[in-house]
């Protein structure tokens, strides 16, 4: 209704993706705007920063993880099963993707198109998944934790002695391009891997590697959000918010906790297929326990539970470190610059040589103060503990807030 967009009269119209005008608009332009980053020096009033290939690559890092993070938020946020074993599957999903994608040579490889591989690193974690499963989803809380825990240790072990798959540590190996090929073909069909001219425009291979990530971002997120509004989605949430007494109403807690588990498993293993071929060469102990960590701080600072919260904070997890760093130079030059206040404030702060002590260390060895890599890790330590506190929907839930309170305004209710 015109008037009352809220006011729904069917189940059907209470749960539409995009149930009001203002969403679907909003919607689309966000994702319009998201597609033309790649030209933004050809668009008016548009951030030029986004368009170079540097922040590409953050761009189709922060997608990558997207899709990585609605996996867990599916088996944590939304089922309520906590898990730790989110690197594991990535990096079997990775080297599945390896096997069956990588041209055949010194290591396994059997060089199959992309429409082959990249699904398959879904399908297999997937299956790896329902069967260690059974075991998992049989305990609870900090039992379960501790029991997907032990896949991470297990994987760690693994990859590193599977040489003839992973190439071994300190070394690696190639993992396979973005190419859409119909079969073995020497010209691929749509090469991503490669500047080009699409549409007129000269695009990079960051921006094509970029519009790729986007739309498999986009096609991740449709299926988790409908996820949600099916029968086993509401089944998820009961398990999550009582599993005593959705057990009791009849939900069948062993099977969608196992389907629970499934579906993570396939949506990491997607992940780990398509960061490994991002990144072109990755070494075993990538899928470290770090990485699994990683993931529930991303979906803890953006909102356990939401899509939304989910895609939200894995930009905030992935774009923080270039902020930070890109600050502490901006404060590194603020220092060389002049004298005053805002020097000295600076000088307080970084450290620009041996015999500076500062509590951000920038110099290229060791120094006095923290590197720019641990003060990362210090800042999503102290916003995990904070959100856990003061806001435990995270972004997600400062986000409500502000839509709330311009909603209400001028009124306070």
Known sequence: MRSRPHLHTSYSADQALMPTATKKVALATFLIL???????????????????????????????????????????????????????????????????????????????????????????????????????????????????????????????NLKFITGGSFAGRRFPEFQLRMWKEEEPLVDFASDGVWLGFEISEEAKVYLLMLGLLVVATVLAKNLQRTRAGRAFQAIRDRDIAAEIMGVNEFKYKLMAFGISSAYAGVAGALFASFVGRQIPETWDLFLSVEFIAIILIGGAGTVSGALMGSAFVILLPRLVQDFTEWLSNVIADGEGLLASVADAVISVSPDDFGVVNILPGAGPGLSVFQLNQVLFGLLVILFMIFEPLGLYGIWLRIRNYWKGWPFTY
């Open 34 to 160: 998201a597609a033309l980053a790649p030209i933004a020096s050809s668009i008016p009033f548009y951030p030029d920063f986004l368009g170079n290939n540097d922040w590409m690559k953050l761009l189709s890092h922060v997608a990558i993880f997207g899709i990585g993070a609605l996996g867990i938020n599916l088996l944590t946020g939304v089922a309520g099963q906590v898990s730790l074993g989110h690197a594991f599957f990535m990096g079997l999903g990775a080297y599945v993707g390896v096997v069956f994608g990588a041209p055949s040579g010194d290591l396994w490889g059997w060089g199959l198109p992309m429409w082959i591989w990249l699904p398959m690193a879904g399908i297999i974690p997937a299956a790896i998944g329902l069967l260690v499963g059974p075991a998992a989803v049989r305990v609870r809380g900090l039992y379960l934790a501790f029991a997907t825990l032990g896949l991470v240790f297990i994987g760690e072990w693994a990859w590193r």
